[in-house]
């Protein structure tokens, strides 16, 4: 009998550290993922200074001369896609708006109440590139 307590307790502890291993690792990976997307949509970013150039450098034996070179061009492609991805997000979010507007129209006074209460709780929890304090207020929606 005691034997079987032993691996009962084995295998729980070997479970829960699968289950927390788990939680862990998506949790962290989700934080990871999430704090490079803000790094790069907010223009913080830069290609020459990751290891994905660390790498390309080293992979193709770049002279001191062509990183130098190189390292110019990416930045400024960088600065480039960042202030496209600023106008698409600026136009992205007034389509948004726009769209709440038109919505609001076919909803009876019920639902728009509902529809109000919906996308408060959303904004709170970040949901659908709303997050906290993103969107500026710009209909009543």
């Known amino acids: 009998m005691r034997d ?6 084995v295998l729980l502890v070997f479970v829960a550290g699968l289950v927390l291993g788990g939680i862990v ?16 949509m907010s223009g913080n970013f ?9 790498r390309f450098s080293k992979e193709l034996d770049l002279t001191a ?7 110019t061009i990416l930045d ?8 496209i991805r600023q106008k698409i997000t600026r ?18 006074p019920s639902q728009q109440e509902k529809l109000k209460q919906l996308i ?11 997050g906290k304090n993103k969107i500026k207020k710009t209909s009543e929606y």
């Open 65 to 71: 001369e062509q990183e130098t070179k190189i390292k």
């Open 76 to 83: 400024e492609q960088q600065k480039e896609s960042t202030k």
């Open 120 to 130: 408060k709780r959303r904004k709170s929890s970040g949901w659908a590139g709303f």
């Open 25 to 40: 690792g998506v949790f962290g990976t989700t934080f990871v993922i999430k704090q490079s997307f803000q790094k790069i």
């Open 91 to 108: 136009e992205l979010r007034s389509l948004r708006a726009k769209t709440f507007v038109t919505l609001k129209q076919e909803l009876n």
């Open 46 to 54: 830069q290609v020459s200074e990751s290891r994905f150039f660390k």
């Open 4 to 9: 079987w307590k032993l691996i009962i307790g």
